[in-house]
Nanobody, 125 residues
Framework: QVQLVESGGGLVQPGGSLRLSCEVSGFTLDYYVIGWFRQVPGKEREGVSCISSSDGSTSYADSVKGRFTISRDNAKNTVYLQMNGLKPEDTAVYYC??????????????????WGQGTQVTVSS
């Protein structure tokens, strides 16, 4: 029933920008936290950002603070991740995920029960 679909990934040069989208269905954003994670081969899935359902408050990993911005549009059932100043180390498959709470508690994979299919982001010259 719960479905999340990411889009917006691609190839970009260092310093460039991308906007990822996560369209959700089967639930309302009013009662779910949405998080973004990323993963590279051989590495654990890393938390990037999350946005609370209650007040829209946000959290970010230290590695992306000042460069990435998470936002939501409840009318469109969509959460966005605007990525600016991209670096080669940002290269990864990016996933969105849902946590059945109203406030971001932690960017830990175990809290998020529903996941999208992922979208590839490659930062290279």
């Amino acid at each position: 029933q719960v479905q999340l679909v990411e889009s917006g990934g691609g190839l970009v040069q260092p310093g460039g920008s991308l906007r990822l989208s996560c369209e959700v269905s089967g639930f309302t954003l009013d009662y779910y936290v949405i998080g973004w994670f990323r993963q590279v081969p051989g590495k654990e899935r890393e938390g990037v950002s999350c946005i609370s359902s209650s007040d829209g408050s946000t959290s970010y990993a230290d590695s992306v603070k000042g460069r990435f911005t998470i936002s939501r549009d409840n009318a469109k059932n969509t959460v966005y991740l605007q990525m600016n100043g991209l670096k080669p180390e940002d290269t990864a498959v990016y996933y969105c995920a849902a946590d059945e709470v109203r406030f971001c508690r932690a960017l830990r994979r175990l809290y998020f029960g529903s996941w999208g299919q992922g979208t590839q982001v490659t930062v290279s010259s």
